[in-house]
């Protein structure tokens, strides 16, 4: 099928193979942004591939004085109003300045009487950071019961907020946090701790046998609150669980997304909020640069796929597919000829899903396949690809654009540049990406696969270049090779 169809206003360009030249990009090999200098929760191991930290900070420090881009903040975290603890919490996590999201959210978040607040922000710019700010900034210490609860929609988000909360809150003495997730061992557990984060079934699970004591709750949070809220069967656990809390509960709702038609119920489950919202267009970043692949037949996809291997093991990628058969087939086969991948999907057993993100996490397993369960919050910023297998779909086939927004934004963390390559194969899908670049008013390049040599510089130079730096005309350059 060719991807010259033209669409009204269409943003899906054809555009021949690079002979990619940038301007002073000559990249020492093995430089591919990997080593997490700031915004580290984790230590990374298993890897050689180091970025200078001077490097970093120049273009962080660069971004981060561009009014129009989302880590912009004419204040510093000193400005905000934090204690000293969460203060050397945020220099221990080499945080030196707020993102756009922070600098706006926090005062709203941190006012007193406490207000609720609906709060959107582009994929990775720091929106965990202000909601656990705020919790931590209201946690009473001497008293040892829950004080505030945030709900995510998969374990492994849960895992990665409960991380952030720690790390942050890791000089207030006394400081008590769990997870509320599925795991047997713990299922006739009283939870004393300050601060809680889980899955909504669980959490609903706990409340009413008594085991979370809801009596000093005085925040929810609900983080990627368009799909807990839209999603049939989390929305009503969502509902039930903020029945259980105290009404005056200061309700904070984060998403990167805010659909029409779910912005209408989150102003009734966060009443007269504190509403911070973003257009359509300014939803993607700059340093994701989106491809995609027109491939012949839906049986290329996988031959196509493995032409990618080496690219994706530089430093990590994630394959979305569609179904958790997909998943299981494709790790199969591509284990089967000897390459080394992950899979994670809803189809297994917890304790199984923690072991494996965290062999992605420390960078022991470099490519992850996985369905939508991740394409949600996970934060693992050695990600520089970013493959779209199957183009994101709802129920009933039709493109859903803030499914590919939130996948892509597994990459370009915190102006982190990655590649994000999704897979055309017939009419249906190249119009579903067509329909997913027209939503964003986006621009998505098409790579020429006649010269394989070239399509593999390219990338590598996009995945190099580590922040995202460069001018939207460089970068746009290095793919279309001008
Ligand atoms: N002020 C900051 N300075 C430097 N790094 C930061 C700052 N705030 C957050 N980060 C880092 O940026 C990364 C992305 O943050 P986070 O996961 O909170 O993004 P998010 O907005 O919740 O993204 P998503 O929409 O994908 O859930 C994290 O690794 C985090 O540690």
Redesign the pocket.
Known sequence: MSAEASVPGASVSKTSVPEASVPGASVPEGSVAEA?V????EVKKGSALQESEAIVEVK?ADLQADPNNP?FSAKS?EELNLSEELLKG?RQ???????K??EKALPLLLYNPPTNMIAQ??????????FSLNILSRVDISNLSPQALVLAPSRELAR?ILG?IETMGQFMNGLVTMAAIPDPSKRNQKYEAHVLVGTPGTVMDMLRRRYIDARSMKVLVL??ADNMLDQQGLGDQCTRVKQLLPKQIQTVL???TFPQHVINYAERFAPNANVLTLAHEELTIEGIKQLYIDIDKDNDKYSTLLKFYGLMTQASSIIFVRTRATAQELEARMVNEGHKVAQLSGALEGLERDRIIDQFRSGEAKVLITTNVLA????V?SVTMVINYDIPTDAHGKADPETYL?RI??TG??GRVGVALSFVHDQRSWQQLNEIANYFKTDLHNIDTSDWDAVEEMIQKIIRSSRAGKSTKEMTDMITGS
């Open positions: 997490q700031d915004g580290a929760t962080l880590l975290f945020i996590m080499n945080f030196r300045r707020p993102s999201v922070q922000s582009q994929s990775g710019t720091g929106k965990t950071a202000a990665q952030v983080d990627e984060f998403s990167a949600r919050g996970i934060d910023q939130h934004g597994r963390r915190f």
